[in-house]
């Protein structure tokens, strides 16, 4: 009985070591969701014969135009009834017509920045032969 003894305590040990250990909880993970935009942007600066430098960032899925000139920003809404990309609000307009970008106060008539991009040029042409 004396030897039956340490061999019953050894193992009620074993079976109330492992019988205390709970299954480890799994870490929660947890997914910050955003929820992705698959927004039209384009974003171009440009920088005229004066040095002036012009930042127009333009989401074309939301129909608006950011512009950064001088240290201040302007939103613009695209105007759907002017021609090509042209975009205002009740004080400002904005506009890429053919290369030419003019950003202008519309109550007074005055640009505050034009810029006319030079044409990109073809390679060499090729004539046709008869």
Known sequence: MK????????????????ACKHPGKD????????????DDISKNVYVDS??????VTINHSKN??????????????KSAALPEYTASNEEYQYS???GNITFLKKNVDMVLFHLKQAKKESGPAKMASY
Not at 3 to 18: D, E, F, Q, R, Y
Not at 50 to 55: A, S
Not at 64 to 77: C, E, Q
Request: charged share 25%; hydrophobic share 35%.
């Open 3 to 18: 030897k039956l003894l340490p061999t019953i305590l050894l193992g009620l040990a074993v079976l109330s070591s492992t």
């Open 27 to 38: 870490a929660e993970t947890v997914t910050a969701t955003t929820p992705e935009t698959k």
């Open 50 to 55: 004066y040095g002036e430098k012009i930042e």
């Open 64 to 77: 608006t135009a950011t512009i950064h000139l001088n240290g201040k920003t302007y939103d613009l809404k």
């Open 96 to 98: 890429e017509i053919k």
